[in-house]
């Protein structure tokens, strides 16, 4: 399996790139795209997360970072701060509802399909 992080992801989603049209990026990203991550719901205070996607493909290998992305896709998300685990393991869920940030623009939205490697250290 092709990885672009060497460490296990938290949880996989799906992820829908917006389309200029749509709101979203002028161009479209590339596979290392470094979004900030946003909870859709329980977020009055719409807070922002290091949670990073990485883009792959049926087979589950990442997809090339100079291929462009667009339209819905399956990720793997990475949990950057560790120190945020407790507050992540307590709000993600199969179906929890996310957006993708640039700034305070929104460039897709997600929901989680699969939590994998998302634990707490006590």
Known sequence: MIRLYKHK?????EITILT?????RRSPPHNGIRWDFTYAENNPENKM??????FVDDN???IDRGVFLEGTLKARMHI??????????EKIHVGTEF???EGPKRVAHGVVTKV???TCKT
Request: glycine residues 12%; hydrophobic residues 40%.
């Open 20 to 24: 200029e049209s749509e709101g979203g």
């Open 116 to 118: 994998t490697g998302l």
């Open 99 to 101: 957006y993708c940030m």
């Open 49 to 54: 997360y290091m949670i990073w996607p990485e």
């Open 9 to 13: 992801e938290a949880f996989e989603a």
């Open 60 to 62: 589950g290998d990442a």
């Open 80 to 89: 950057v701060s560790e120190k945020m685990l407790p507050l992540h393991v």
